[in-house]
């Protein structure tokens, strides 16, 4: 059986909101193994996160994985949010170590965790939580090397992490290639594949650019010249992701985890199409 869970982000506006939680109940009954609600640079975002974690737990069935970050905040400061989402029946925080809000080299808070391996030791160590990590098939953008994230990823595992989600890929071999690195180091906690479909192509390469990730050459050739032709755009976007899942489920993933950015037709659709959900299941609204 295939597993999926969805990430979302916070809203910043009434016309946001109302278009997140369309988003929300219209993946809800997939029954996701979980929902991450994610965090601005500098934890900008991370009022509205707690708002929405909150909601997901007091409105829905579903299980919210919280995103928390190392980035401006004492360790007394994180400590309270770890115990508030524990409070509020929340079982599951995304550590990250984060980005600075002007986007430039991380640095610690004076009196904050150094990174994402000392967050992790400390919710593992407080314990009650299941701890999602990151990983990057294509290299950090900040990171010397592959190998360099790769031994980061094992000194999450061996912190307390339960398993590690990618950052989205749009060339699936680097999905393979890192698998199999990542098994080759000895990291047994299961790796789950980012998937990011989206028919906004300009959108996407933008966010490539500033993660490190490679849009191939056949990718950009199937939406050139489509700038005005959503319709289109939305078909192969569709293609392009179930093609993608496909192809990582064939290979052993048992796992797929969803980047909606909040926009919930095209990821319901990969599913459907995938017989990843019950074809009588009707989304709801929130």
Known sequence: MTDISFEFFPPKSPEAEEKLWTAVGRLEPLAPDFVSVTY????????????????LVDETQLKPAAHLTCVAASRADID??????????????????????????????????????????????????DITVSAYPEKHPESSSLQT?????????DAG????????????????????????????????????????????????????????????????????????????????ATDQCRTLLNEGFEHLHFYTLNQADLTFAVCRILGLCDSQQESKPL
């Open 149 to 157: 994230d790769i031994d980061l990823l094992k000194a999450k595992a």
């Open 40 to 55: 601005g640079a500098g934890g900008s975002t991370r009022d509205r996160t707690h708002a929405c974690v909150r909601r």
């Open 161 to 240: 992490a339960t398993r590690a989600i990618t950052q989205f890929v749009f060339d699936t071999p680097a999905h393979l290639r890192f698998r199999d690195a990542v098994a080759a180091a000895g990291i047994t906690i299961p790796l789950i594949p980012g998937i990011m479909p989206t028919t906004n192509f300009a959108g996407a390469r933008r966010m490539a650019a500033a993660c490190g990730t490679h849009v191939p050459d056949w990718m950009s050739a199937m939406y050139a010249g489509l700038e005005e032709d959503p319709d289109t755009r939305k078909h192969i976007a569709a293609s392009i």
């Open 80 to 129: 309270s949010v770890i115990e508030a989402y524990a409070t509020a029946g929340v079982g599951h925080i995304v550590a990250l170590r984060g980005d600075m809000p002007d986007m430039g080299e991380f640095q610690p808070h004076e009196d904050g965790y150094s990174g994402s391996v000392e967050l992790v030791e400390a919710i593992a160590a407080r314990g009650g939580f």
